[in-house]
């Protein structure tokens, strides 16, 4: 098998291995609401895919791939089969949910930004939805849980994304070579979300803590 045939099958775990994680902490937050077993397969597929549909909705990618292809239906599903106790893995996959959810959120920053710019869009519009793309089921669930969505709060998360995206998008800019631009957009924003998570690195918030909980 090539280097390449390798790298795209290594970025196609990586993809899944972020979807399942999207998942089981969308079916864990559902869960947690009380919602019945369909809300909660609900929940858990928007997050995990949720964010990919809206990009590919923006850039004229139709069908969306989170709905065209069958594999991202199925690891939703199984991730909220496992958050609601019906397959016996809950209790070992805590810690790497969180290795995945960052590994996820970092394909999908560089991933929605270079598919935008694939298919002609300006630079802005690449950054915006490579976020788009790594938040945007995130930001879903937060709504109909009624709660206000993670990414407007202190945590570094949404402006890892828009530093992953925005090394994509320079690269392009620079006529640098795509695919080094790729990994290492993807390297910036893994680091820099575990690193947040290890040294507890927020953004700065604004008004009192009676006022943010009002």
């Known amino acids: 098998m090539s280097a390449v045939a390798n790298l795209n099958a290594l970025y196609g775990f990586i993809d899944l291995a972020g979807t399942f ?9 559902a869960k947690g609401k009380g919602f019945d077993v369909f809300g909660i397969l609900v929940v858990a597929f928007i997050v995990a895919c949720g964010g990919g549909i809206m990009r590919d909705v923006c850039i ?22 496992i958050v ?20 996820g959120l970092a394909l999908f920053a560089v991933a929605g930004a270079r598919k935008a710019l694939e298919f002609g869009h300006n630079y802005q519009v690449a950054v915006l939805l490579g976020m788009i793309t790594a938040v945007g089921g995130g930001v879903l669930r937060d709504v109909l849980l009624n709660r206000v969505p993670v990414i407007f709060e202190k945590e570094i998360y949404a402006s890892a994304a828009l530093v992953g995206a925005g ?21 910036a924003c893994f680091t820099l979300r575990m690193l947040a ?9 604004f008004g009192n803590a009676a006022d943010r909980e009002a």
Do not use: C, K, Q, T
């Open 167 to 187: 090394i994509v998008v320079l690269g392009d800019f620079l006529g640098w070579n795509a695919d080094a631009m790729f990994l290492l957009g993807f390297a």
């Open 21 to 29: 994680a999207f998942a089981m902490s969308g079916a864990a937050a």
């Open 84 to 103: 609601m106790g019906l397959l016996p893995l809950g209790r070992w996959l805590g810690r790497p949910v969180l290795l995945f959810d960052a590994l």
């Open 197 to 205: 998570l290890h040294f507890h690195w927020e953004l700065p918030a």
């Open 60 to 81: 004229g990618a139709i069908p969306p791939v989170g709905l065209s292809d069958w594999r991202y239906l199925a690891v939703a599903m199984v991730a909220a089969f």
